[in-house]
C-alpha cells in the first residue's frame, strides 16, 4: 500500500505507522535499556544474501497472517481479491430478499468476483450451506472494516434499508448501489434512505415517477432502470395435485381452477400495514374452500405474525386447516414466483408480489385495505389492473373470482400498468438480467475513474 492510499484510506494507520518510525517500541517484559549500536561490516554481497533471506521471511511470514485469517471461520471462503460485496443485514425471516436475486447473481457472478456480507450466523449458514457463493459473517462493526480493508471493492450492494447498512456505508472508497427486493405502493418505496446510496435500481417508470414525487431536493439521476430480472431466473416446481377426489363421496370434479391467496405481513409499523389476515383471512379461505370446482393455495408472507399476535394466530389457524383439506394446500416455503405458471387467479394485498404477477397476465383481485394509510388521497395505480376486494363486496368474493377467471374484465387496464411498472423488457430473452450486469459494470468503471481523479487532486 502506497503512503499516499494510506493516508486517503487509512489516514489513523498512516500517521500511526509515521510515529512508529520515529519511536522505538518497547516490549512489555523485555528489557528497556537502549539497544546497543552495532556497525555493519558486511560486504555488498553478504548484504545482498541478507536481504533475500529477509525477504523471504517477510513473504513467508505475510502467507502465514493470510493463512491466519482463511482459517478464522468468520472469513471462510472470502478470497480478498471481490470486487463486488452484496451485504445483507436481515434475519432468516428476511432471507427471501436474497433468495430472488440468487440467479441475476450468478448471472453476475460468470463476470465479476462477488462475496456476501451478513450480519446474522444464522444467513451466513444457509448461505453456506445452500449457495456456492463466497460469504462472510460480521457480527460487529470492526469485522465489517476488516472485510472491507483487506478487500479490493468497488461495488456494494444492498437489497434492503436494514439498519445495520449505515455501518456499510461508512466505506468512501466504493460505490453503494441500492437493488431492493420488489416494487410496490408501500411507504418503503420512496423512502428518503434512497439518498445514502450512490445509485439506486428501479425496475421501470412507475418507482422513477413515485421516487420524483415523493422526495425533496432529490438527484434523479442516480436512479436507474433495470426491469426485474428476478423474473428471468424463476424455478420450476411441480403443480399440487388440484384434482384429488373428495374422500367422503365417489364424485369428483376434474380441471379445477387453482385460486391463490398471498396476503402480506403486518409490515414493521402500522402506516405499512396492508395485511388483509386480520380482514377477510379466514373469510377468503372458508369462501374458496366450500367450492367443489376451485384449488386453493395458500402463500403467506415469511413474516407474517412477526410483529402481530392476532396475524401469526389467524395464519396458523389457516394452515393447519389446510392439512386436513383435499382441496388447497399451505405453501409457506420458496419463492411465490414459482407458484404464478400453476394458478389461474390470485387473491393479493398490497404488496411487491402483486407486481411481479402482472408478468404472468392473468387475472388478479387485491384486497382494499388503504383505509389504513388516510393521508393518501387517491389509491395506487395497481389497483387499476385488479378488482378490489372490500368490506363492501366480500361476501360477493366467489361470483367476482368465476367472473374474473372467466372474463378477465381488466386485461387491457392491466397490460398498461404491467409495462408501467416492468418497462417494455424482452424478459424472455434475459434483456433485464443484461441490464444488471451491464449497470454493474459500468459503476465500477466508474468509481475507478472517480478515485483515479481523486488521487491526482490530492497528488497536485
Sequence with gaps: ??????????????????????TSPIEIGKDKSP???????KSK??????????EFSNKKNSEKEVAKIADNKLFANVRFK????????????????????????????????????VRVKEVFDWISNNTEFPVVYCKVIDEVMKVYEEGKFKCVL??????????????????HVHI???ESDKLSTISNQAKAYDYVFISGQAAYDKYNNNLINKDMNKFIKIGRPQLEHIEKIECPDINKPNPASSYNVPNRKVVLYAPTWEATYESMNYTSLNDFGMKIIDEVMAQDDLFLIYKPHPNTGSRDPQ????NEQIINKLKKYYKGKAITSGDINSLYEHVDIAIFDNSAV??????????????????????????????????????????????ILRNEIKNDTVSIERKKVKEYFLGNIDYKNGESTRMFIDQISLICDERDYELELLKEKLND
Design 1 to 22: 500500500m502506497s503512503k499516499l492510499t494510506k493516508l486517503i484510506k487509512h489516514p489513523i494507520m498512516f500517521f500511526k505507522d509515521a510515529f512508529n518510525k520515529k
Design 35 to 41: 539497544k546497543k549500536v552495532v556497525i555493519n561490516t
Design 45 to 54: 554481497k553478504e548484504k545482498s544474501k541478507m536481504a533475500t533471506k529477509k
Design 82 to 117: 471481490d470486487d463486488i460485496a452484496i451485504y445483507f443485514d436481515g434475519k432468516m425471516g428476511n432471507l427471501y430478499q436474497v433468495e430472488q436475486w440468487l440467479g441475476p447473481f450468478k448471472a453476475l457472478a460468470k463476470e465479476r468476483d462477488i462475496v456476501f456480507i
Design 158 to 175: 444492498y437489497v434492503n434499508n436494514g439498519q445495520k447498512n449505515f455501518q456499510s456505508l461508512i466505506i468512501s472508497d466504493v460505490y
Design 180 to 182: 431492493n427486493h420488489g
Design 311 to 314: 396475524s401469526k394466530l389467524i
Design 354 to 399: 402483486a407486481i411481479d404477477y402482472l408478468a404472468t397476465d392473468k387475472p388478479m383481485l387485491m384486497t382494499d385495505m388503504f383505509y389504513r394509510t388516510p393521508f393518501r388521497n387517491d389509491k395506487p395505480i395497481i389497483t387499476t389492473a385488479t378488482k378490489l376486494v372490500s368490506e363492501d363486496n366480500i361476501n360477493n368474493l366467489i361470483n
